[in-house]
């Protein structure tokens, strides 16, 4: 969508928790790929690293579903035909002026959330063969326990793969299109319609209390494997 210049006025965007997820899991994977670089005792920090990142997994996905007008999947999820018209007003000479995520950007989120669940999944059963065990290892063969491990450091690389991705087309957007993208995701605000000014945000509050449940789950799930 292509929004005439004297239609644009600054707006609220993205609300706290969103922000607050996007950076924290930023932090926690790239963490996480670093601690299982090291390999020994970092693993145990790797680990716990895991727990926190599929901790806010969880949250993000009932924010999608309760949180505020941008941060929903019905508001950013889009078919294909979207997709395709997005790509090809990045080769034009029109301006996209989305209202969050685009069209594409928003199949990343999904793929990126589908990706670290699994990553998370994974990792419960991984071992490094010496001394360091995901929860629930001990369920399952020495085989399979070697063969879950082996997809999860691909896993690992998917993931590092989609956040280059993900860096390279911030870096697009702002050197083609002269489009910020990481200070509304730092500040909130962005450029936009009126129209676009509709949105609605949901309390923090409520989305404390989302997280703190997710994280009791998560507690209660790697309990049971212990």
């Known amino acids: 969508m292509t929004i005439p210049s004297n239609e644009i006025k600054r707006v609220r965007v993205w609300d706290l928790p969103t922000r607050l997820f996007h950076w924290t899991l930023a932090v926690l994977v790239a963490f996480s790929w670093w601690s299982g670089e090291q390999g020994g005792s970092w693993l145990n920090w790797n680990f716990l690293s895991g727990f926190a990142v599929v901790t806010l997994v969880l949250f993000r996905i009932v ?80 085989d399979v326990a070697h063969r879950l491990t082996k997809l999860h450091h691909l896993g690992g690389k998917l993931i590092l793969y989609l956040v280059v991705l993900h860096v390279f087309a911030v870096i697009v957007y702002f050197v083609w299109k002269r489009l910020n993208l990481v200070g509304p995701m730092l500040s909130g605000y962005s450029r936009a319609s009126d129209g676009d000014a509709n949105a609605k945000f949901v309390s923090p509050w409520w989305a404390l209390l989302i997280i703190v449940l997710a994280g009791l789950c998560v507690w209660g799930i790697v309990s049971l494997g212990k």
Request: aromatic share 12%; glycine share 16%.
């Open 63 to 142: 924010w999608g579903l309760v949180g505020s007008t941008t941060a929903r999947f019905g508001h950013f999820i889009k078919g294909p035909r979207a997709g395709i018209a997005h790509l090809r007003e990045m080769f034009s000479a029109h301006v996209p002026r989305d209202f969050g995520h685009n069209a594409v950007g928003g199949w990343v989120i999904v793929a990126m959330l589908a990706l670290l669940a699994a990553q998370a999944g994974l990792g419960m059963f991984a071992e490094d063969e010496v001394a360091h065990f995901g929860p629930f290892n001990g369920y399952v063969s020495a």
